[in-house]
């Protein structure tokens, strides 16, 4: 079946630009986290949706960054303004709860 | 909280020879899991290995296993006959068995595997 797909695959944007980064999970997964790896580092949690409800927000760095997943089904994290320091790869992944986590390609944004 | 750490930002190992990536973590929970992940350069993180913090046992899986050190706090990666195709990012990672299961990962090892 098909795993996780994460749209755009690269993102290049001007500082100040807002930004969208769209998940789509594997069907019938109901746990989805969305992780930052900046370069050269492990990716680092940012928010974690059960169902609809964003069960933990705890990683999002500031303000500027927002999540939601509608349906329970796809996510988009949202990025407002952005800074050169935003520029990483966003890492989508998903599963049952408890379970483990299927990862998807990610989306590589540059903020110049 | 929980914090993973590897200490080996580069390995390199000679193809069908074997290497040892270490990690070592902290958590004050007594259950918990622990990864072993493989991203290579096209970004896709690949499991390789997991391990239940209960579990005595080490896992195994084909050529990849592990030494599991509880009192420790280690969680070693062992690659037997090493290819080409092993050559990646490892990140090892763990996740409590209750709550987010959010994943906390560490800085990765860059594995090179020499012809």
């Known amino acids: 079946g098909a795993g996780v797909s994460q749209t755009p695959s690269n993102k290049v944007t001007e500082k100040g630009k807002y930004v969208e980064l769209r998940c789509d999970p594997i069907s019938g997964h109901t746990a989805l986290y969305w992780y930052r790896q900046s370069l050269g580092q492990g990716p680092e949690f940012l928010i974690y949706f059960q169902g609809t409800g964003a069960a933990d927000d705890s990683g999002l760095p500031n303000d500027r960054f927002f999540a939601v997943r509608p349906e329970g089904s796809v996510s988009t994290l949202k990025i407002q303004r952005t800074e050169r320091g935003d520029s990483a790869v966003y890492l989508c992944a998903t599963g049952s709860k408890g379970g483990e986590q299927f990862f998807g390609p990610g989306t590589r944004l540059t903020v110049l | 909280a929980q914090t993973v750490t590897q200490s080996q930002p580069e390995m390199s190992v000679q193809e069908a020879e074997t290497v040892t990536l270490s990690c070592t973590y902290d958590t004050s929970e007594s259950d918990y899991y622990l990864f072993w992940y493989k991203q290579p350069p096209s970004r896709q993180m690949i499991l390789v290995i997991r391990?239940?913090?209960?579990?005595?046992q080490n896992a195994t899986e084909n050529r990849f296993s592990v030494n599991f050190q509880k009192a420790a706090k280690s969680f070693s990666l062992k690659i037997s006959d090493s290819q080409l195709g092993d050559a990646a990012m490892y990140f090892c990672?763990?996740?409590?068995?209750?709550?987010?299961?959010?994943?906390?990962f560490g800085t990765g090892t860059r594995l090179k595997v020499l012809a």
């Open positions: 990672a763990s996740t409590l068995t209750s709550g987010t299961y959010k994943y906390i």
């Open positions: 391990q239940e913090a209960y579990k005595q």
